[in-house]
Each structure stands twice: as structure tokens, then as C-alpha cells.
């Protein structure tokens, strides 16, 4: 089946629209061709030295002379075994400093209740990273290496350093020693163990871990991790100090559960947003800046979160609603600012005879993909869409990064293979 005529095809599954002249008919979402070198949101631009044009597909443009260039040489990679199976041993290591460290503040049976109590906020907050990353999704491999990292890791790691911050607390009343473990011990220990995982991920997964979206996935697991168990700690104490159990489990679990799921995913998120953004120009240097740069506003919100007292209600929706509000709207435009730059990179292949123009509106729109997998569900092939859209969206951000002078030769051996398997995929969705 030839390029034009599954194009007759795919403009079944789009609603009939009006032209420019608001006549019916006419390319469904008409809009103007965008030029291959064309930047088209501000997390997608690129130097025009990195700039070069798509790979031509040699059987829909068979007069073009720069079809698919050979295979560059690529170094072998490990990829992310070796970041993998060290997670695996760090996070053995520090469950036996956690755990013990947690039934000895909780007893065996508030560690179940608070164990089952923070599964409630967990999966509210991984609910919401489930949805920030549908358009480009992470492996799941990183994102589990994310949570176990804030779950183990992190919290291994701040219990391992609070003990200095203990000696320099001043001891001149109980009250002065919590208040300065909350307000300075807290925030920048706990912040910088989390945000250690992202660091981790941005020198030994760069590949995936290449803009701002990403990073405030990857952030959001990790504080969605250490949460959790905080929140085990929080939950189970209550059980097993408190004289009303019952009453003060409701009132914590509030306060934490329900009022603040995502505190520290909104401290956190600050930190991976600013890596995010410096990993668009990919430099070692760089990202270990942005870590620290970082760090600064998760530590100073964190700071103001815990620093809420008597007047907490006031703060909490006057200041910390807002912040969170902010921080929603920010999500939503980084998630507008993926899809242009997907439908961007589609175009260019499109130009290079690898899509038609009406895929590249069904591939990279919400509109387009939710018509497209409800026409493809009807004919019994919504897992095969599933897999055109998940590939087509990968070869997008490929080039993305082919176009950012990022390891380029291995980027392009990506690309290479995605490529080839475009025409299977659409085969598989049309046969």
C-alpha cells in the first residue's frame, strides 16, 4: 500500500473541519508547513549548526540522492545495566539502616497500619506522574529505579548525615533543637539526598532524561518514594506512641495524606525542572550546575513548608495552595510545549517521505491520537495504534536529541532502527 493512498485512510479517522476559507473540506486542522529548521516552542530549540535534515525514506522518494545514510559507527554501551545493578545494591544496603529503623519507631503493627496508610497518597501522586509522562513515557526500568531511590536510598542517606546537623543544632531548649532540625536540617539534607537520584539518572541515563518534562518525572517518583516512607514513620509513630492512636492517625494522615500529597514532590519538581532544562544542552558540567542551582528553591520551599506554625491554615492556602497551583499550570504548558515540538519533528520526517501530512496531525495532537485509537479499538487493532503512536513519538524525541548534537552518532543508529520499523507498525494498524 503505497504513502497516498494510507493517507485516504487516516483522513477517515479525523472529523471533517473547514478550510481556511471556512469552507468544508480541506486537510483536517489546516495549518501552515513548518520549515525543517523551524524551533517551535522554547524546550525544542536548537543551534542551526546541529541542524540537518531527516533522513529521506528511499521508497516514497525515490529521486532523492541523501536517502538513509549508512549506519555511523557506534560505541558497544552497557546502556542503564550497570546504573540498574547498582541501584540494586544501594537500595539493598540501605533497606537494612531503614527498615530496622522503622519498626523501632513503629512497632510491627504501625508499621503495617502507616505501611497501608501511605499507599493512599503514593497513588494519588504516582497517578499524577502516570499522567504527566503518558505523552513520552520513561522506562519503566528508570522509574522504578527513581522510586527505590527516594524510598531507600535517600532516606538512608539522610539518616546517615542528620547525626552532624544534630551537633550543630543549638541545644538551648528542646523547642530551638526540633525547630532547627525542621526548618534547616530537613530541607537541605533531605533535598539534596533526593535530588542525588536525579543527578544519577542525568549522568548515567542521559539518554532519557533529556528536557524538562523529564525531569520533573523522574523527580516526582523520587519524592513520590521518600514520601512513602516518611509517611510510614509519621503514620506507624502515631500508632505506637500516641494515647488516642485512632484520633491522631486521622488528624496526621490529614495533614499529610490529604492536605499535602504532593509537598515534596512540588519541592523536588524544582530541582528536575532546572536539570531538565539544562539537559537540553547536554554537557556534564552543566547538569552537575543545575544539581546545585537546583536545589536552592526545593530547599527554600521545603523551608517555608516546614516552617509553618500557629498561623498553618492561613499559610497553607494563601501561600502553599498557590505555589501548588503554579506549579499544576507550569506542568500543563511544559505537556503543550511536548506536543508542538513532537508535531514539529513529525513534519520534518514527513517532508522526508515518512509520514503524510494528515499522520503527523493524528501522531502528535490529543485530538488526533484520541480519534485515532477509538477508530483503531473499533477494527480490533488499539494495541497495534498504542505501539504506531509510542514509536512515532520516540523517533520525534530521537531526532530531538540528533538535533541538540547530543551523541549523535548513537542517536542516529536509533533512529535508524525506529525508522525501519515505522512502515510495520503502520501495516500492522491498517492491515
Known sequence: MSLSSQSVLWNRLLPMTTNHHGQPGGHPY?????EPGANPTWIGRVQPG?????????????????????????????????LLIGSVVLVLGSLFLVVPFLLGNTGITGFI??????????????????????????????LWFAFTWGAAVSIAGTLLIQPLFALAAPTSSEEAFTYFMATVQAPIVEEFTKSLGLLVLILAARKYFDGPVDGVVFAFTI??????????????????????????????????????????????????????????????????????????????????????GQNFLVEYF???????????????????????????????YARAGWF??????????SRG?????????????????KSFIKEATALA????????????????????????????????VLQ
Do not use: C
Not at 484520541?370 to 494495541?383: I, N, P, V, Y
Open 50 to 82: 546541529n541542524y540537518q535534515p531527516a533522513p529521506g525514506n528511499p521508497t516514497t522518494l525515490p529521486r532523492q540522492t541523501w536517502a538513509l545514510p549508512p549506519a555511523p559507527p557506534v560505541r558497544r554501551s552497557w546502556g542503564t545495566l550497570p
Open 397 to 428: 524525541f530521537t531526532r530531538q536529541r540528533i538535533l541538540s548534537g547530543r551523541d549523535v552518532p548513537a542517536h542516529q543508529h536509533d533512529e535508524r532502527e525506529l525508522l525501519k520499523r515505522i512502515p510495520s507498525l503502520r501495516a500492522a
Open 30 to 34: 489546516p495549518r501552515p508547513y513548518l
Open 113 to 142: 497500619i502507616g505501611f497501608i496508610a501511605s499507599l493512599v497518597p503514593l497513588t494519588v501522586v504516582l497517578l499524577t506522574v502516570r499522567l504527566i509522562d503518558r505523552w513520552e513515557p520513561e522506562p519503566q526500568r528508570l
Open 369 to 385: 491520537r484520541r480519534h485515532a485509537l477509538q477508530w483503531a479499538s473499533s477494527r480490533g487493532r488499539g494495541g497495534q495504534m
Open 356 to 365: 503524510t501530512p494528515a499522520e503527523v496531525e493524528m501522531l502528535a495532537t
Open 223 to 308: 519524592a513520590a518514594g521518600f514520601a512513602f516512607t516518611e509517611n510510614i514513620l509519621y503514620f506507624g509513630r502515631e500508632i505506637a506512641s500516641s494515647a488516642d492512636p485512632s484520633t491522631d492517625l486521622i488528624r496526621i494522615f490529614i495533614l499529610r495524606g490529604v492536605m499535602s500529597p504532593f509537598a515534596h514532590a512540588v519541592f523536588t519538581g524544582t530541582t528536575g525542572l532546572i536539570m531538565g532544562f539544562a539537559a537540553r544542552k547536554w554537557h556534564s558540567g552543566y547538569a552537575v550546575l543545575a544539581f546545585f542551582i537546583g536545589l536552592l528553591p526545593a530547599m527554600f520551599l521545603h523551608n517555608r513548608w516546614n516552617s509553618m
Open 318 to 348: 494563601v501561600v502553599q495552595v498557590p505555589i501548588f497551583l503554579v506549579a499544576a499550570v507550569g506542568i500543563i504548558l511544559l505537556r503543550v510545549a511536548e506536543g508542538k515540538l513532537t508535531r514539529q519533528r513529525l513534519l520534518e
